[in-house]
């Protein structure tokens, strides 16, 4: 399940904020999927975040007006940097449920008031990619 998949993205980004060294991590979290489909997802959807981390950053920053970068939890940062990949990058997932599997991130591993965060910079970053 796609999910699964976007959780153990969002475990690995998360993780190399505190410990950038551990590249055998992401194999050992891509373990748990079931299936060559999802481990497939994951690796592509941690490539786009990856190739596009910078450009993401300075979006975020850009959507979220009243917020410093550095001053936004970290938990939010990677779901809404996952959700920013999914929507460009793989349009077959319809944009509602993009948001939604990222605003999912953010209520089980983030604050109260992270998903109404998540949801509303990623809304506008879809708003900007139809234009």
């Known amino acids: 399940m796609r ?12 993780s190399k904020l ?6 055998g991590l992401f194999d050992v979290l891509c373990s748990s999927l079931e299936n060559d489909d999802d481990k497939r997802f994951a690796a592509d959807l941690l490539g786009f ?7 993401y950053e300075d ?9 410093r970068f550095n001053r ?10 996952i959700g920013m990949a999914e929507l460009e990058n793989f ?19 983030s604050t109260e008031k992270s998903p109404d965060f998540v949801n509303g ?3 506008a970053f879809a708003k900007e990619l139809i234009r």
């Open 18 to 23: 505190f410990n950038p060294d551990d590249e």
């Open 3 to 14: 999910s699964s998949a976007r959780e153990t993205v969002f475990k690995f980004i998360f």
């Open 91 to 109: 349009t077959e997932t319809p944009v509602a449920v993009a948001i939604d599997e990222a605003v999912k991130l953010s209520v089980k591993y």
């Open 121 to 123: 910079v990623l809304a």
């Open 49 to 55: 975040v990856a190739e596009n981390d910078k450009r």
């Open 72 to 81: 936004i939890f970290k938990t939010d940062v990677c779901a809404i940097k």
């Open 59 to 67: 979006k975020i920053t850009a959507l979220s007006s009243n917020f």
